[in-house]
């Protein structure tokens, strides 16, 4: 599997501030996803991060609040924009290598939105 | 994504008795399974995965697939209290996205 790092592990934020969360990989990886999961809640896909293109958002999920990039094989950044309260959540990158189709997880960012 | 279901917790086992964790699927289609571990401020950690029907054993643990009925499940032998965690079955669509169940809570009692 991947060794995956994300920054910041956590974050307090103000309402109206964007926040930017990396992910780094340690090796090249096919395809990158970004999750969500809420208080309590299980885990919500809000896009895959494209290389070399624009994120396929899921359904709820926007570009405008949730920019994503991709620049190349081992990066991804995820920013979460004009936050409010509800987007406090704990965010996940997650790769799929090029073996079996298992998505590993990075140690994911908690953020509280203030 | 895809609806993925699993059995209401939590779920209290003494240790050392077997833990049985059950999900079902909407898409007929899918044809990955995976359950992941996730410790109490932890990221979900890949525990198995399944593809084909039948059973799957790794140490104290064996995942079951029955693709005609859409059920997949998760038995931990021997439970012990290191395996105190919420159990995610999540399934994976043809486009490789996992959609995840809501989890089941585990508590293997001392």
């Known amino acids: 599997s991947a060794v995956i790092s994300q920054k910041p592990s956590r974050d307090i934020c103000q309402r109206g501030t964007s926040l930017t969360i990396q992910c780094q990989v340690d090796s090249q990886v096919t395809m990158m996803f970004w999750y969500r999961q809420q208080p309590g809640q299980s885990l919500t896909l809000i896009a895959t991060a494209n290389q070399g293109s624009e994120a396929t958002y899921e359904s709820g999920f926007v570009i405008d609040k949730f920019p994503i990039s991709r620049p190349n094989l081992t990066f991804s950044t995820l920013t979460v924009s004009n936050m409010s309260p509800e987007d406090s959540s704990i965010y996940l990158c997650?790769?799929?290598?090029?073996?079996?189709?298992?998505?590993?997880f990075g140690p994911g960012t908690r953020l509280l939105v203030l | 994504q895809k609806e993925v279901e699993q059995n209401s917790g939590p779920l209290s086992v003494p240790e050392g008795a077997i833990a049985s964790l059950n999900c079902t699927y909407s898409d007929r289609g899918s044809q990955s399974f995976f359950w992941y571990r996730q410790y109490s401020g932890k990221s979900p950690e890949l525990i198995m995965s399944i593809y084909s029907n039948g059973d799957k054993e790794d140490g104290r643990f064996t995942a079951q697939l029955n693709k005609a009925s859409q059920y997949v499940s998760l038995l931990i032998r021997d439970s012990q209290p290191s395996d105190s965690a919420t159990y995610l079955c999540?399934?994976?669509?043809?486009?490789?996205?996992?959609?995840f169940g809501a989890g089941t809570t585990v508590t293997v009692r001392a």
């Open positions: 997650s790769v799929r290598t090029g073996g079996p189709e298992t998505q590993y």
């Open positions: 999540a399934v994976n669509s043809p486009d490789y996205k996992l959609s």
